[in-house]
């Protein structure tokens, strides 16, 4: 009998680990990535011929980047690797299994696979504030590949925003990269770390380099404010300043070329939505992610998920559950198990769970900036839709749910198939009603997950 065809969707850390292990049990599975080099969005990598010292890309994770490219080389010519390319729809096949409508370099094809892990990642989370669609603003992910797979800078004179851990991080990497990071923006309260530091401290490796990058900065002389309460992008046709309000309600502005804003991270799941997999609202991180056990199974008995596609985790975590979640797919098969292997995953895991919970507490989710967002401003950047015609939508048009307000208004029907825009819209949906987020409900997932051209070019 033919082994089956386990596909993995992703070549982060997640992915990475799952086929290894997938490899070492003498499976061959199918690794489908969008990116043309294996890992991820935290240790992408430059183009051939373009790289830069690993230290200046990946800071203190310098080493485990290279672990990880090391491994994605070494597993290349034992798998089916299909890289720079993209899954745009999954349908199930009978009598069972998937097949997977994909986008390379050779066009278009329909993959057939009898189970599926899913390590898609995640992308950062956008919330719209005046000036945010003028170019010259990019989220902190964009300047993060800008400078890791392009080796160019959004702009010299820089402007950081954000409310999570990836914000100190950028603005390393770009003092490294020889731009100048004129001022850090924490909207998130100072207060909140300083109760969550007792927590952070039962991994002090790992707090110990946040601060050291903070540290970092300040010897820089690079502005740090916590706390901040508004902002805004200022310019014409271009970024040319960002202004913003601190805890005390005093106004500052300071001259830059460009902007990377993000208000956290938010889970690319849409390949598990189109795959079958049952919905959970997490409440901390205010978002819908796909059901998945610690063991790593989905709702649906053939979908596996690993890594920030089924929860954020960070990396770390993402490379412990790729390796427990193809342990999970190994014994699903019939494969001998490793109880001792498991038991090890699942302690370390548990452990990157507190953490995690004591990093979400220090960076709190930032209701105050959803709270602001005027009727004029641009929600949904592909149809052109406000702020205010989705909360005319939700008391004039009956709109109380996501599809509902889609349907309505268009929010969500662009090129981002909501990705962008329908974190905000739920915000703003549920402000207007004055119920619970979660009560609004999401976004179904659509083929195709991303734009695809509808003809191959010639």
Not at 127 to 150: C, E, M, S
Not at 229 to 237: D, K, L, N
Not at 382 to 396: D, H, P, Q, V
Request: charged share 20%.
């Amino acid at each position: 009998m033919a082994e089956p065809v386990v596909a993995v969707v992703g070549a982060g850390p997640a992915g990475l680990r799952a086929t290894q292990v997938l490899v070492e049990a003498g499976l061959c599975p199918l690794l489908i990535d969008e990116g043309h080099r294996a890992g991820g969005q935290v240790y992408r990598r430059p183009p051939p011929g373009a790289e830069r010292p690993a230290s200046d890309l990946y800071g203190f994770e310098a080493g485990r980047a290279q672990t990880l490219h090391d491994l994605a080389d070494a597993l290349a010519p034992r798998i089916a690797y299909r890289p720079g390319t993209m899954v745009w729809s999954i349908a199930k096949r009978e009598p069972a299994g998937f097949a997977l409508d994909c986008l390379g370099p050779q066009g278009h094809g329909r993959i057939a696979a009898d189970r599926l892990v899913l390590a898609t990642g995640a992308m950062d989370r956008a919330l719209p504030f005046p000036g945010w669609t003028l170019p010259g603003v990019f989220t902190l992910g964009a300047a993060q590949i800008a400078l890791k797979a392009q080796g160019i800078a959004i702009g010299r004179r820089v402007a950081l925003v954000g409310a999570g851990p990836l914000l100190p991080l950028v603005a390393h990497q770009y003092a490294k990269a020889g731009a100048t990071p004129v001022v850090v923006l924490d909207v998130t309260p100072v207060w909140a770390k300083v109760r969550a530091a007792p927590r952070l401290a039962a991994m002090p490796a790992t707090l110990a380099k946040g601060v050291w990058y903070m540290l970092a900065g300040a010897l820089r002389g690079q502005p740090v404010r916590a706390g901040v309460r508004a902002i805004a992008v200022e310019g014409t046709s271009r970024v040319e300043a960002l202004a913003w309000e601190d805890a005390r309600g005093r106004r500052h502005r300071v001259p830059c070329d460009a902007v990377a804003a993000s208000f956290g991270l938010r889970s690319e799941a849409q390949a598990a939505d189109l795959a079958g997999c049952r919905f959970v609202f997490e409440p901390v991180t205010r978002q819908w992610q796909p059901e998945r056990s610690p063991e790593g199974r989905s709702s649906h008995p053939l979908v596996y998920l690993a890594g920030d596609g089924s929860g954020i985790g960070g990396a770390d975590v993402a490379e412990l559950q790729g390796e427990r979640t193809a342990l999970t797919v190994l014994t699903d098969l019939g494969r001998t198990r490793d109880a001792a292997r498991e038991a090890r995953l699942d302690r370390l895991l548990a452990r990157q769970a507190g953490f995690r919970a004591a990093l979400e507490a220090a960076y709190p989710y930032p209701h105050h900036l959803v709270e602001t967002i005027a009727d004029d401003e641009i929600v949904c950047r592909c149809e052109g839709i406000t702020a205010g015609a989705l909360r005319r939508a939700a008391t004039e048009r009956d709109a109380h749910e996501m599809n509902r307000l889609k349907a309505l208004t268009r929010a969500g029907m662009g090129r981002c198939q909501g990705r962008v825009c329908g974190h905000a819209a739920a915000e703003i949906l549920a402000r207007t009603l004055t119920v619970p987020v979660e009560t609004v409900g999401r976004l179904r997932g659509q083929a195709p997950i991303k734009p695809i051209p509808l003809r191959e070019p010639v």
